[in-house]
């Protein structure tokens, strides 16, 4: 008699970061250009249009880099950064720590470091999170929290910034630990299915990284048809 196949764990889909203050300020330059450009392509005479053009085909991919582009997806087992020129994946078991100074950066194992564009840190906000805490303290300097408190209320003290990486973290660490579960079993497998699995997981493990051709090319033409443009004119 078999034994009953055991359900395979749920997949989730990745969880998403980024700025909304980024993708606003984006589809706004966006639009601004779309009008300036338009009517100087369109209505402008002589060099005027091709002045247009190229300023355009450089100003769009760069401002679709830095603001519609920055990502980050993150589920159970790995971690992708969508920066403004390039993307960066990696499983969690290669991340070593997550900071948020001035800026968030991400730590690898091996002593790289990678910034995080689509978690910028407003100090701003900082301080207003740390205003509300130090009013919650003199508040209720015994820490004596109601029954009727929401304990959600917590998320609302700290920045946005510090939050998204306080995730991330959390992520990172059940990672870690569901791979050290799954490493102490598989110390009873066979040593042909070790080297299997140990050369599958030296594939996963690697940390990948990938330019964004896609932006930086047409941002090069653009900037380089500019540049003909005013040298000869």
């Given at each position: ?29 966006l639009?601004?250009i ?17 002045l ?18 920055p990502v ?7 971690i992708?950064i969508r ?20 800026s ?26 740390a ?14 929290t ?9 998320k ?19 990672a ?5 579960s ?9 040593s ?42």
């Amino acid at each position: 008699m078999t034994s009953p196949t055991p359900p395979a764990e749920p997949v989730y889909a990745d969880r998403t970061f980024r700025s909304p203050a980024g993708m606003v300020g984006g589809v706004l330059l966006l639009l601004l250009i779309c009008w300036i450009g338009g009517d100087a392509l369109f209505r402008g005479s002589g060099r005027v249009p091709w002045l247009a053009l190229a300023g355009a085909l450089t100003a769009v991919p760069l401002i679709v880099a830095f603001t519609l582009r920055p990502v980050v997806f993150a589920n159970e087992q790995r971690i992708r950064i969508r920066n403004p020129f390039r993307t960066i994946a990696m499983p969690w078991t290669e991340v070593a720590d997550l900071r948020a100074g001035y800026s968030s950066e991400l730590f690898t194992e091996g002593g790289a470091k990678y910034q995080l564009w689509a978690v910028p840190v407003s100090l701003r906000q900082r301080k207003k999170a740390a205003r509300q805490q130090s009013r919650r303290s003199l508040d209720d300097p015994y820490d004596r929290t109601s029954v009727t408190a929401d304990v959600r209320d917590t998320k609302a003290r700290t920045a946005t910034a510090d939050q998204t990486m306080a995730d991330l973290r959390e992520l990172a660490e059940r990672a870690k630990e569901g791979a050290k579960s799954a490493g102490a079993g598989a110390k009873s497998a066979t040593s042909s299915a070790s080297s299997a699995a140990s050369s599958a997981e030296g594939a996963e493990s690697a940390v990948s990284v990938r330019w964004a051709y896609e932006v930086i090319v047409p941002a090069v033409v653009g900037a380089v048809l500019l540049a003909i443009l005013l040298a000869t004119g």
